[in-house]
């Protein structure tokens, strides 16, 4: 079976936690990676300063093949200050 290598960067740390794993295919490791982006959301929504989850997908001789990644961002939807009448 093929190795891959998942690059995770989750909410508790910014530096990126690698770990192997042998899958039959490519479409396994893909779904395997989405599942792990699922688990680490479940375990608390990203946080500051990188608001964002992450699980990059490396092959055996870890060339980059896809990025899942979830992003969390507030819109602010007051509008500003109006400035001082006679300004």
Do not use: H, Y
């Not at 690059?7 to 779904?31: G, W, Y």
């Amino acid at each position: 079976m093929p190795k891959f290598f998942f690059q995770v960067i989750d909410r508790t740390s910014p530096e990126p936690t690698e770990v192997a794993n042998e899958f039959p295919s490519l479409d396994d490791a893909k779904r395997e990676a989405r599942l792990a982006l699922a688990q680490m959301a479940c375990d608390g929504l990203p946080e500051a300063p990188l608001n964002m989850i992450s699980v990059e997908l490396f092959d055996e001789d870890r060339v980059p093949i896809a990025e899942f990644r979830l992003l969390l961002e507030e819109i602010s939807k007051k509008p500003p200050p109006l400035p001082p009448a006679g300004q």
